[in-house]
């Protein structure tokens, strides 16, 4: 399988060398962008699945044959990623793209064309959980080693795809510029019928009351978790290992609970508000 042990680095970033090359990642940075394009960005493991269902389904209108008939990874392609070109449609309507790269490595392109972005992000302490559970099962990523080891490396930023907090602030610092629609994991959870009114009415997409109901069903994780369109069981088990755990892991908020140590979670906290404290975020249960 294609360099699955392989990093790229790119920004003074890390990146599973399986999915990218220089070149892929110098093309995604100088992307043509459309002004009726629409960008999902997230920082792994933040709900960027979960987005994708949703964003299929309100083009759909709730119908849920496209999702359940195409891969998730060719609705909306990462731009980064070496396959991205297969995947890119020449359709006049809004194309809809993937990224966990930085504002600051897309901020050119993106600044040319001003398209829909879209910005995902999640409690950090389950996002660490979520990635170091897909580390031990992807096998693109190095060995996590212990949750321990892994958390210092996802706090100091050396983990692939960098720091988690450099992700977020740099996104919103362009959150007047670009137009961008900030959403939490948690938010969705908590009143996903409330959130899919503010996106559609963003994304200039009205729904009906019947499509809502089916793109809350459709999107659910019971019925991605039997989506194979999108829980990932299409990949070769050599890339990612079933054995080791499923992608669609348990789509809980506040798992960090199961997994934190009282030391782990004061560490954490500390650390977060050195790097947040002025940021104005606040996450659904970040704090104990
Ligand atoms: S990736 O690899 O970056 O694309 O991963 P990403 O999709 O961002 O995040 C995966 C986590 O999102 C959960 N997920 C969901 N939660 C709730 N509802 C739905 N429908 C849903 N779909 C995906 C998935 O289970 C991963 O979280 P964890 O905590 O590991 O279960």
Not at 160 to 184: A, D
Not at 223 to 239: F, K
Request: glycine fraction near 6%.
């Amino acid at each position: 399988m294609a360099r699955l042990g392989e990093t790229q680095l790119f920004a003074g970033l890390r990146l599973p060398g399986h999915l990218h090359t220089q070149q892929s990642l110098r093309a995604a940075s100088a992307f043509p962008f459309r002004p009726s394009d629409v960008l999902l960005v997230t920082y792994p493991k933040s709900g960027t699945t979960w987005m994708q269902e949703i964003l299929t389904l309100i083009y759909s209108k709730g119908d849920p044959e496209p999702a359940k008939s195409i891969p998730n990874w060719a609705r909306a392609p990462w731009l980064e990623h070496t396959y991205f070109k297969e995947f890119l449609q020449e359709t006049e309507g809004p194309r809809l793209f993937t990224t966990h790269l930085p504002w600051r490595v897309l901020a050119t392109a993106l600044r040319k064309a001003k398209p829909k972005v879209i910005y995902l992000a999640r409690n950090p302490k389950d996002v660490a959980v979520s990635f170091y559970h897909f580390c031990r099962m992807a096998n693109f990523f190095p060995d996590p080693g212990t949750f321990d080891d892994f958390l210092l490396c996802f706090l100091d930023g050396t983990v692939h795809y960098g720091s988690w907090f450099k992700h977020v602030k740099g996104w919103l610092s362009c959150q007047k510029e670009m137009n961008l629609f900030y959403v939490t994991y948690e938010e969705l959870h908590q009143d996903l019928g409330g959130f899919l009114e503010r996106l559609s009415a963003f994304l200039g997409c009205p729904l009906q009351p019947g499509q809502m109901e089916a793109i809350q069903e459709h999107s659910s994780f019971a019925s991605m978790r039997e989506n194979t369109m999108a829980n990932y069981t299409l990949v070769p088990h050599e890339v990612m290992d079933p054995s080791k755990g499923q992608f669609m892991r348990k789509g809980i908020v506040g798992d960090w609970r199961n997994h934190f140590s009282p030391q782990q979670s004061a560490l954490f906290d500390k650390v977060y508000q050195q790097e947040m404290g002025d940021c104005g975020l606040s996450f659904q249960g970040l704090m104990d």
